[in-house]
């Protein structure tokens, strides 16, 4: 089965690890929102959509309100005649930082949360001021959790990076393929069993595609 990591874990994976995938590729020599961007930025001009797509969702990951990114994204995407996938309303509230923000706006929380607890043990004058810097703190917190529901999916997809990529209905490379997958085209991982993953399609199939032909979108090592 895929494994499932915490969420500290797989935000400090991808800020560090942001070159490697599931498949051998060059690695990015900026591990940022703009070094990922501009790698991105080469592969599309390169006419590798699958790669191109793959390394602006990372930097998306790490700079979520960046205009160009999105635009980017949402081109090399229309040009390999895929559908545009635009966050929902609750997403993009909830999506309010960059992980390693939202991370550290958790922490600053529970901090001030446990401060003020400490001074009401401490004192009883101020209560209002203790009541007012405990809700903060757990508004942070609340925020942060928020932040981290929203990018959970993104731990289980990946990116195809390489063109009509043959879905089979069993992880073994012989017989006639269910389906093809485009490349550039982002799918949800399930399962993995011996050099196959297990997808499933935005459109709701599902079957076993070799590792060669994906990268996940959060490294996963």
């Known amino acids: 089965m895929i494994r499932r990591r915490p969420l500290a874990a797989w935000l400090i994976g991808l800020?560090?690890?942001?070159?490697?995938?599931l498949a051998a590729e060059p690695a990015p020599t900026e591990f940022s929102a703009a070094g990922l961007y501009n790698l991105a930025n080469s592969y599309a001009r390169a006419g590798k959509p699958g790669m191109a797509?793959?390394?602006?969702?990372?930097a998306?990951?790490?700079?979520?309100?960046d205009p160009d990114i999105e635009a980017n994204l949402n081109y090399v995407r229309e040009s390999s005649r895929l559908p545009r996938e635009a966050p929902t309303a609750l997403a993009r509230a909830l999506r309010f930082a960059a992980p390693t923000v939202a991370a550290w706006i958790g922490l600053a929380g529970l901090l001030i949360v446990g401060t003020s607890l400490l001074a009401g043990r401490l004192s009883s004058r101020h209560r209002w001021l203790r009541r007012a810097g405990a809700a903060l703190g757990l508004s942070m917190v609340g925020l942060t959790i928020g932040n981290g529901v929203v990018l959970w999916p993104a731990l289980h997809e990946a990116v195809v990076i390489s063109a009509g990529a043959p879905v089979r209905v069993a992880p073994v490379p012989m017989g006639?393929?269910?389906f093809v997958l485009a490349e550039a085209e982002t799918v949800h991982m399930r399962a993995e069993h011996e050099g196959f993953v297990l997808i499933r399609t935005r459109a709701g199939r599902s079957g076993w595609v070799s590792r060669a032909n994906l990268a996940a979108v959060v490294p996963t090592s």
């Open 53 to 58: 797509v793959l390394y602006y969702e990372r």
């Open 60 to 65: 998306r990951l790490l700079a979520p309100d």
């Open 15 to 21: 800020t560090l690890c942001g070159g490697q995938t």
């Open 176 to 178: 006639d393929a269910a």
